[in-house]
C-alpha cells in the first residue's frame, strides 16, 4: 500500500510551498505545481499495465513502460492541489477517490465518470483492492457535514466498481478516517484509521472480522489530530500483522502490530514517510521519503538498513521489484524500479518520454 493516503490536503499544501520553493530553479506544469509523481500502481492481472499519479494527471503504459499516455486532471474530475488515491481492479478499470466523489473508467481512461447516489459529492480518502479477488474493492468515504458531525462509511464492489453496497452501518459521527486497507489472506478482515473528535483527538484503528458489519476500536498510542495514524500495510500471510505510519509533527514514525491492533511497537522514525511497502512475500519492509532515502528491513526482525539516498516520494513492491516515486531533477526519474531490494534502480518514467 502506498503511504500517499496520508492527508491529501496537507500534502497539496506541502505541494505547493515545494513549487514555490522550486520554481526559480525547475519548471512547472501548467497548473503550476512542482512536476512529481505520487502514487504507483500495478495492474494485478496485467503486470505490463502500469499507472501513475503524478501532480499534473495521471500517466498509463501498457507495454511495461516503454510508451506513456497522459490522463489530465479535468478528464479525471479533479484539479489544483488534489492528489486523489487511485486503485487498478481485475479489468484493468481506474478508480480515484476525490474530495468530491468517486471516479472510474472501465475503458482504459477516454470515458472517466462521477458516482451517483450515495457516493456523490462524497469526500473519498482512501482506496483498497482484494489482492486475492481484485475485482473486489473497499472505499473509505468521510465528510465533515452542515452541523459539524463526520459522516464515515465504507462501502464494498465486487464488480471492479461498477456498482457499490454499503458495508455494515455508518461509524459514530465524531470519528474522521483517513485510510483503509483489507488483510491479503483474510478480506474478512478490514482496518480503519482516524481520529475521534475532542476533548483528546485520539487516533484509533477500527477492526473489522466481518467485512464491515461490525467493528472494535483500538487506540494507537502517540497519536491524535496532530500525529495522526495512516495504515501502511498489512502481512499478505498473518491478518493479525499489521503497520501504521504515525504522522508527526517532528517526525514520522512506523508502528507494528502483531495482534490485529491490540498493542503497538514503534520501529522506525524519520523526518518524513511517505513511502511504505512490503514484498510480496512479506518478508521485507520498505520505507522513505525525499528527506530521509530509502530503508529497508527484514520483517521479523524490523532492524531497518538504508540502502540508498534516493528521494522517495512513494513506493509499491510486486513480483516485478520495487517501484518508486522520485525528484526526477535529483534521481534521474519520476518513476523507477529496483530488482535487487533498493539498491538500484532503473527509470521507468522521465518526463522526456511523456
Given at each position: ?12 499544501l ?26 504507483i ?8 499495465h502500469?499507472?501513475?499519479?503524478a ?35 481485475a479489468?484493468g ?59 464515515t ?35 474478512r ?52 500483522v ?74 509499491t ?17 519520476s ?20
Amino acid at each position: 500500500m502506498n503511504l500517499p493516503s496520508m492527508n491529501r490536503i496537507a500534502l497539496g499544501l506541502a505541494a505547493a510551498a515545494a513549487g514555490l520553493a522550486l520554481s526559480a530553479a525547475a519548471p512547472a506544469l501548467a497548473n503550476g505545481r512542482y512536476p512529481t509523481a505520487g502514487q504507483i500502481l500495478v495492474d494485478p492481472a496485467d503486470p505490463e499495465h502500469i499507472v501513475v499519479r503524478a501532480t499534473y494527471g495521471v500517466l498509463t503504459t501498457r507495454d511495461g513502460g516503454e510508451r506513456w499516455s497522459w490522463i489530465c486532471e479535468a478528464a479525471v474530475g479533479y484539479s489544483g492541489f488534489e492528489d486523489p488515491m487511485m486503485v487498478v481492479t481485475a479489468d484493468g478499470s481506474m478508480l480515484a477517490g476525490l474530495f468530491d466523489g468517486l471516479s472510474a473508467t472501465h475503458d482504459g481512461g477516454c470515458d472517466w465518470q462521477i458516482a451517483e447516489g450515495a457516493l456523490a459529492r462524497r469526500n473519498i480518502v482512501d482506496l483498497s483492492i482484494d489482492r486475492a479477488d481484485p475485482a473486489s474493492v473497499l472505499l473509505l468515504g468521510s465528510s465533515v457535514m452542515a452541523s459539524d458531525a463526520i459522516l464515515t462509511q465504507v462501502w464494498a464492489s465486487e464488480d471492479d466498481g461498477r456498482t457499490w453496497t454499503q458495508a455494515g452501518e455508518d461509524f459514530p459521527s465524531t470519528f474522521l478516517g483517513v485510510t483503509l486497507d483489507s488483510a491479503p489472506s483474510d478480506p474478512r478482515r478490514i482496518y480503519v484509521s482516524g481520529r475521534r473528535n475532542g476533548p483528546t483527538f485520539q487516533g484509533i484503528v477500527r477492526r473489522s472480522d466481518d467485512r464491515g458489519a461490525t467493528w472494535e476500536e483500538l487506540d494507537v498510542p502517540g497519536s491524535d489530530d496532530r500525529n495522526l495514524p495512516y495504515l501502511g500495510a498489512v502481512d499478505p500471510e498473518d491478518p493479525d500483522v499489521v503497520y501504521v505510519r504515525r504522522d508527526g509533527d517532528g517526525a514520522d514514525a512506523l508502528l507494528v502490530s502483531r495482534d490485529g491492533g491490540a498493542t503497538w511497537r514503534e520501529v522506525f522514525q524519520a523526518v518524513s514517510l511517505l513511502g511504505l511497502a512490503l514484498s510480496p512475500d512479506g518478508t521485507r519492509i520498505a520505507a522513505g521519503s525525499d528527506m530521509d532515502g530509502l530503508w529497508v528491513a527484514p520483517t521479523d526482525t524490523l532492524e531497518f538498513t538504508q540502502v540508498g539516498q534516493l528521494g522517495v516520494r512513494c513506493l509499491t513492491w510486486t513480483a516485478r521489484g520495487l517501484f518508486a516515486c522520485a525528484d526526477e531533477l535529483v534521481d534521474g526519474f519520476s518513476a523507477g524500479v529496483s530488482t535487487d531490494g533498493g539498491a538500484t534502480f532503473s527509470p521507468l518514467m522521465t518526463l522526456d518520454r511523456l
